[in-house]
């Protein structure tokens, strides 16, 4: 049946990258289709306020739009703010809108600063139930690029960190820094959150550069890269700006092969044995 590869329980990622531009916020969303598109039922939430991942997937974020930020800020449930995606069937979205940006401040005098994010998404969750509505099979949330309190309230709310990598010279010098933050916040904030997923994007593979940058993540992360990478594609670049995933803006290309199999491999993979708390 389609839903032969459903997981056992709900997959929660965090798409995570300090640096910008790296393909965290492509990634979120080709994959999101992806999965969508084999019958999964799946959620993106968009915690950047630049709302890329929102554009991308063509749901409204003007001003006047419902958003994350009034989750964030206990005005709304996850329930009241959550869109359809109008171009891919089983995909919902949380959209971000540009005040996001005034919620790493706002969110700082506020009890629980951290873990709003994550009770927000539990609440959702037995709402659907008590609803009758089906289990989700997979989120996925969308940073910035910062480790701010919107990036930290997505560590808390996820188990499994989603990390692309544009294989290039500095990527591992940040790729350190990241991997110091998810084990500061498994230690104070988040025992169960686990990097089990790295991802290669733009990768090109006549690039001497870029084939010896994939070896050393390999060697370091044998278990989280994944087999397959991305490819620099240019269909992949085009998509968003016709408020698309490249999956529906050119099935057939590159991009859209590639990220299908990514979701593909990720499913296969299987959710990470989770750690019991010490
Ligand atoms: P981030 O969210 O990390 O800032 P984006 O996903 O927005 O990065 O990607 C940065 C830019 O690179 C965007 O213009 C995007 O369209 C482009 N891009 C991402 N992945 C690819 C790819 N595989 N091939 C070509 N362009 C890509
Ligand atoms: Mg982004």
């Known amino acids: ?127 659907r139930e008590e609803q009758g509505q089906e289990r989700l099979d997979y989120v996925f949330i969308d940073c910035p690029p910062s480790l701010g309190l919107l990036t930290v309230n997505a560590f808390v709310a ?28 498994q230690k104070h904030l988040n025992p169960r959150l686990q990097v089990t997923t790295i991802l290669l994007t733009m990768f090109d593979a006549r690039m001497n550069l870029a084939v010896q940058v994939a070896e050393e993540v390999r060697s370091h992360f044998p278990d989280q890269l994944l087999d397959i990478a991305i490819p620099r594609n240019v269909r992949i670049s085009e998509a968003p700006s016709y408020q698309q995933t490249v999956l529906t803006y050119d099935p057939a290309s590159a991009g859209a092969v590639a990220y299908r199999e990514a979701a593909a491999e990720i499913a296969r993979r299987g959710a990470p044995v989770v750690r019991s708390a010490r």
Not at 96 to 109: F, R
């Open 158 to 185: 996820a188990e499994e960190v989603l990390i692309p990598i544009q294989a290039e010279y500095y990527a591992l010098e940040g790729l350190s820094q990241l991997l110091n933050n998810v084990q500061m916040i």
């Open 1 to 127: 049946s389609r839903r032969a590869s459903a997981p056992e329980r709900t997959r929660v990622f965090t798409t995570s990258n300090q640096k910008g531009g790296v393909g965290k916020t492509t990634t979120t969303v080709n994959l999101a289709a992806a999965m969508a598109r084999t019958g999964m039922r799946v959620l993106v939430i968009d915690m950047d306020p630049q709302g890329n991942a929102s554009t991308a997937l063509n749901v409204p974020h003007g001003a006047e739009v419902a958003s994350v930020y009034d989750v964030l800020l206990d005005e709304m449930e996850l329930h009241e703010v959550v869109q359809d995606a109008p171009d891919v069937d089983g995909l919902q979205v949380v959209p971000s809108t540009t005040e996001l940006a005034g919620a790493e401040i706002e969110l700082v005098s506020l009890v629980a600063r951290e873990q709003r994010l994550s009770r927000a998404l539990e609440r959702y969750m037995a709402w």
